[in-house]
């Protein structure tokens, strides 16, 4: 049990594009969503948290208006990087927590801005 | 979220026990925990451990805490080459947002 899938799981697009990023809890209902960001051979970095039916809350130096946050039901959160570029290639990780603890991850995705 | 630090790599041989290191400087932390990350995957949870305890022991994996130095070690038991992973230290309080430390790379050689 426990399974947070993330689509897709590689992403390249095109500088100025936006780019959308879902995060599911497969068998679970997450009151809670967080998302990170993880450069290479670098920690997680949290972005943002995401609570069903309520706006996001950022981390100090996160552009809400660069990164937006959509958190439409128990089960699903995304993350729309708008007008991508270079500096925002990273690999996108999202977690979803229920009524406990613990703490589920997705298998991130890897987004590549040319 | 408040510093994180630890070790980044640690050379086990198979078999030997292996014990990573973290400390962390929040006082307010109620929840430490450690993450498995094999290469380009996302992160398994493997234990965690409320403030209040000062051991927890799973099967192969004990962590210690030691709350009044802000120190946080998991040992695992007989390595195998299955555990080369990179190992995330990481701590939150009842906010329940994780701040992680840079990762521990642990290489089991035969």
């Known amino acids: 049990g426990a399974v947070v899938s993330q689509h897709p799981s590689w992403v390249i697009c095109k500088s100025g594009t936006s780019v959308k990023i879902e995060c599911r809890s497969l068998?679970?209902?997450?009151?809670?969503m967080f998302w990170y960001r993880q450069f290479p051979k670098q920690s997680l970095m949290l972005m943002a948290t995401?609570?069903?039916?309520?706006?996001?809350?950022?981390e100090q130096g996160v552009e809400k208006d660069k990164f937006l946050i959509n958190h439409a039901s128990l089960t699903l959160s995304t993350l729309t990087v708008t007008s991508a570029h270079p500096e925002d290639s990273s690999f996108y990780i999202c977690?979803?927590?229920?009524?406990?603890?613990?703490?589920?991850f997705g298998p991130g995705t890897r987004l590549t801005v040319t | 979220g408040e510093d994180v630090e630890q070790s980044l790599f640690l050379s086990v041989r198979e078999g030997d026990s292996s014990v990573i290191n973290c400390t962390y400087t929040?006082?307010?932390?109620?929840?430490l925990y450690w993450y498995k990350q094999e290469p380009g995957a996302g992160l398994q949870l493997l234990t965690y451990i409320f403030s209040n305890m000062d051991m927890k022991q799973d099967q192969r994996l004990t962590v210690l805490l030691n709350k009044k130095d802000k120190h946080l070690s998991l040992r695992i038991a007989d390595t195998q080459t299955g555990d080369s992973a990179i190992y995330f230290c990481a701590e939150s309080t009842d906010d329940y947002k994780l701040s992680f430390g840079a990762g521990t790379t642990v290489t089991v050689r035969a």
């Open positions: 929040d006082s307010s932390s109620t929840y």
């Open positions: 977690s979803a927590r229920d009524l406990t603890v613990e703490q589920y």
């Open positions: 068998d679970f209902q997450a009151t809670t």
């Open positions: 995401s609570n069903e039916g309520s706006k996001a809350t950022y």
